[in-house]
Structure formats: C-alpha cells, structure tokens
C-alpha cells in the first residue's frame, strides 16, 4: 500500500490527451511538499520527467506538463506517442509524527493505444 | 555527463549481509544529497534511505530501518549501502541516485540515477 495513490493503468490513442493523477494527504503533498514524476521505460532505470510539481527538465518535451491543488498532483501527457507507453510514479515527502521520508506512488502504466 | 554505476549485488541466503557500492562522475558529487531506491520484481519504485551531503544526516524506510546503513565517502565520489539480516522481501534492483540541489535534505528530486544492481535474497 503506498502512501501516494496512482491509477494502476491509463490508456490512450495515438495524439491524445491523457492524465495521471498522484493523491496523497496532508503530511506530504498537503504539507505542501513538492511533487516529482518518473518515467520508466521497461527495463531501464527512472527518468525524470517533471520536478517541483511543473518544472521541466531539459530535454522532456512539452509535452509532458504537471499541476498540483491540494494533496494531490497531475501528470498530463499531450499528444500521445507510442514511445510514451511506459511506467510513471510519482514522489514527494512524507512528515509524520512516526518519521520522515521519501514517498513515491504505486506506478501508473500507460499504454497506447 | 553525469554518471551512476552501481555494484556490489549478487544472490545471498536470508540473514546474509551485502554491500552495495555506488561511484559517481560527471558531477561534483560532495554537493549532492544521496538515495538509495529499489524496486522488487514486477513492483513499483520503493524508497530505502537518504544521505545528506556531508554524512551530518542518514534516514531510513521502516523496512529496512535497523538493518540497513546508508553511507558515503566525498573523497572517493562513493556511495554506499550495508545490508545486514537480509530478507527474501529484499530482493530488488537496488538504484542510487542523487537528491537534485535547490532543496531542503530530503525533498529533492533525482534527475541522476544508476543502472541497478540486483539483489536476490533466497535459500
């Protein structure tokens, strides 16, 4: 049971819009702690793909975009391509009173259509 | 180009220790926080412990929290984990990436990580 809640799986045709959704509470994207998303194509290591709940790194197309209200957060992906079919989690902090640490979300497989 | 290269994995019975290595290139690697993230068979990515950049901080995931101990040394651009009363729940590719800078310890997103080393725990 991960302490950030994704949809096990999306799906979408070629040149679409899809979005993934990242819920949490109140002791981490609430908190408000800010929110980083991974893309993992099988068998390779994650890749960042936004940091600081809508930054871009360089070289992530702009197509990829990320929101967050709340305690939770968004990854949209627009105009869907086939080499978008991979894995895609979500991470933020988690502060309680029993501890303090890295969260990330179940994972979300896309798949194109 | 900044680089990951993890080593130490291998298969070992329950109750057995290992030690994970983890070398850094491409970046100054002193000025970066730490973490090691592994990810069992056919599971998502789970969080197993930061470092801070100068050692002053370490913390854990409740799952290994005890039996693990993250550590690095600057001078050598390396990362570490020990391992100790493995577990068959252990078994996972173990990644370490870095903690990006511009963040309080712990918050920080990896936009650097290693290939994996895999780690199998059984009998």
């Known amino acids: 049971q991960s302490v950030l809640t994704q949809p096990p799986s999306v799906s979408g045709a070629p040149g679409q819009r899809v979005t993934i959704s990242c819920t949490g509470s109140?002791?981490?994207?609430?908190?408000?702690?800010?929110v980083h998303w991974y893309q993992q194509l099988p068998g390779t290591a994650p890749k960042l793909l936004i940091y600081g709940n809508t930054n871009r790194p360089s070289g992530v197309p702009d197509r990829f975009s990320g929101s967050k209200s709340g305690t939770s957060a968004s990854l949209a992906i627009t105009g869907l391509q086939a080499e978008d079919e991979a894995f895609y989690y979500c991470q933020s902090f988690d502060s309680s009173l029993s501890g303090s640490g890295v969260v990330f979300g179940g994972g979300t497989k896309l798949t194109v259509l | 180009q900044e680089h990951l290269a993890e080593s130490g994995g291998g298969l070992v019975k329950p109750g057995g220790s290992l030690r994970l290595s983890c070398v850094a290139s491409g970046f100054t690697f002193s000025d970066y926080d730490m973490r090691w993230i592994r990810q069992a068979p056919g599971k998502g990515l789970e969080w197993v412990s930061d470092?801070?950049?100068?050692?002053?901080?370490?913390n854990y995931a409740d799952a290994v929290k005890g039996r693990f101990t993250i550590s690095r040394d600057n001078a050598k651009n390396s990362l570490f984990l020990e391992m100790n009363s493995l577990r068959v729940e252990d078994t996972a590719v173990y990644y370490c990436?870095?903690?990006?800078?511009?963040?309080?310890?712990?918050?920080?997103?990896?936009?650097?990580w290693g290939q994996g080393t895999t780690v199998t725990v059984s009998s």
């Open positions: 990436a870095n903690s990006g800078g511009g963040y309080n310890y712990g918050q920080g997103a990896s936009d650097v």
């Open positions: 109140g002791s981490n994207i609430g908190s408000p702690y800010d």
């Open positions: 470092i801070s950049s100068s050692s002053r901080y370490t």
